[in-house]
């Protein structure tokens, strides 16, 4: 599975953005997805991630009604809404493809291909 992110960007705080994660092979629409994030001197976080099917989903507590995971298996995309951007959500983020029937709630080591990453930055 290759993993391509894109949409990152310099955005004020406030502002929404939207991030797509699109994935190559064929076993995408079985795997969990995730998306993590990681600060300049900060360990990797968690985002949110979701099932194969796109029916669970879970999102990390501070991130809960600003950021939505979402996916088009139709499209092999992923994608993270992110909204109400803060300074402190400033970061690399990174999408994730993890075991196929995966659970939402893999840590970032069970998760088996990572992208590159796409540098989000929100100034105040």
């Known amino acids: 599975v290759q993993l391509q992110a894109s949409g990152g960007g310099l955005v004020q705080a406030g502002d929404s953005l939207r991030l797509s994660c699109a994935a190559s092979?064929?076993?995408?629409?079985?795997?969990?997805m995730g998306w993590f994030r990681q600060a300049a001197g900060k360990e990797r976080e968690f985002v949110a991630a979701?099932?194969?099917?796109?029916?669970?989903?879970n999102h990390a507590d501070s991130m809960k009604g600003r950021f939505i995971i979402s996916r088009d298996n139709a499209k092999n995309t992923v994608d993270l809404q992110m909204s109400s951007l803060k300074p402190e959500d400033t970061a690399v983020y990174y999408c994730?493809?993890?075991?196929?029937?995966?659970?939402?709630?893999?840590?970032?080591?069970?998760?088996?291909?990572w992208g590159q990453g796409t540098q989000v930055t929100v100034s105040s």
């Open positions: 979701i099932s194969g099917s796109g029916g669970l989903t």
């Open positions: 092979g064929r076993t995408f629409r079985s795997r969990v």
């Open positions: 994730a493809a993890g075991k196929i029937s995966g659970s939402v709630r893999l840590t970032s080591k069970e998760y088996e291909y």
